[in-house]
Nanobody, 125 residues
């Protein structure tokens, strides 16, 4: 069982930055592929970024590529999402997700077994 707790959300102006953190429980954090998804009001949950456990490959949604960076610190059992050049359309609840040993279909929320409660990100224009 893995528990995920996100933090770092908030309200910022367009063009600003935020860094989200997701702290995970458990002693095998390094064997989990980690991802961030987001859900805006009235919209479906969408993939944002993922980082695979095996070789650290990163994947990004086209809408955030070049602005967001996913990273992890296995010693701290934490995954991060650095978000720069934020836009009002980035406003959403951001969720951290984890799955053991996944190297493919990282974009699919159904592939993930564990989810955090989410942290709200709001970008004002």
């Amino acid at each position: 069982q893995v528990q995920l707790v996100e933090s770092g959300g908030g309200l910022v102006q367009a063009g600003g930055s935020l860094r989200l953190s997701c702290a995970a429980s458990g002693r095998t954090f390094s064997t989990y592929t980690m991802a961030w998804f987001r859900q805006a009001v009235g919209k479906e949950r969408e993939f944002v970024a993922a980082l695979t456990w095996s070789d650290g490959s990163t994947y990004y949604a086209d809408s955030v590529k070049g602005r967001f960076t996913i990273s992890r610190d296995n010693a701290k059992n934490t995954v991060y999402l650095q978000m720069n050049s934020l836009k009002p359309e980035d406003t959403a609840v951001y969720h951290c997700a984890a799955v053991f040993g996944l190297d493919s279909v990282v974009y699919d929320p159904l592939a993930y077994d564990y989810w955090g409660q989410g942290t709200q990100v709001a970008i004002s224009s």
